[in-house]
Each structure stands twice: as C-alpha cells, then as structure tokens.
C-alpha cells in the first residue's frame, strides 16, 4: 500500500509539473516596473510603464521584449539580436526600423560596477511623417515562473 501511494504521488507530481507547458505560447519570464528616466513626442505624457522579457514554452532563450504602459497600450517586439557589452548584454528588439526597443540587461553583471537599476531600457518609434518620439526607462526586474 505504501509503494502504491508513493508512486501515485510522484507521478501527479509529474502531470502537475509539465501541466503548464503549452508549446508555442510565449510569457514573460522577468518583469520590471519602470521609472521613466526622459520622455518626448508622443511618450511625453507618460508616467510609468512596466517592461516584460518574453520567454516562449519550450526554449530557453527569450523571444520578445514588451513595454506596457497605465492607459493599456503595450509595444511588443521580436529580439533581433543578443550582445555581450562590457558589462552586462544588449538586446535589441525591432520591427522594422520605425520601432526599436533597446535593452540594457545588468541583471548578470560581469564587472565590477554597482547598477541600482539592472534594466536600462530606450524605445524609440518614427511616427507619421517621420516625427521620432523617444522613451528611456530604468527599473529593477523579477523573474516569473516559466515553464523551459
């Protein structure tokens, strides 16, 4: 009776484990509320915003950045690239060369500097009839559970 319950107990542990993996869905995996640092054109009235690194099921890489801000609105874009700085790593998240979000990752820091904010994040878009509005933001990110 004892080997039934422990085996019955190790494999809903198991199903429960891997219930949550849904491959293809991406979420985030860490998340920041922002203060903003500077903000022009149409990013001026903006107050705070809270920054996700996107992670998808099943890959151990993140896949998206995303700045979502008080009025609901949310700017997600796909991680072009991933590198090293001298410090810490760079994303860069764009869809096309309107939009651009720039990540400054601090959160493994390979120097010895103190960084009170790890994440230093610059969104830049190119509106209608090429007025740029730019955004910098910095804040503290959290991991969230993610199923890899």
Partial sequence: MKYLFTLLALTTASTFAHADFVPGRVRPGMVAQMDVKSADGQFSAVQAA???LNFEDGKSEAVSVSVS???AERLTLPIVSKV???CGTVITAQLDERAVIR???FTRIRCRIYVKNPWHISVRLEGE???ISALRLEGKPEFVFVTL
């Fill in 129 to 131: 009839g090429g007025a």
């Fill in 50 to 52: 809270t920054a996700s």
């Fill in 84 to 86: 090293p700085s001298d």
């Fill in 103 to 105: 990540l400054e990752d």
């Fill in 69 to 71: 801000f008080p009025n």
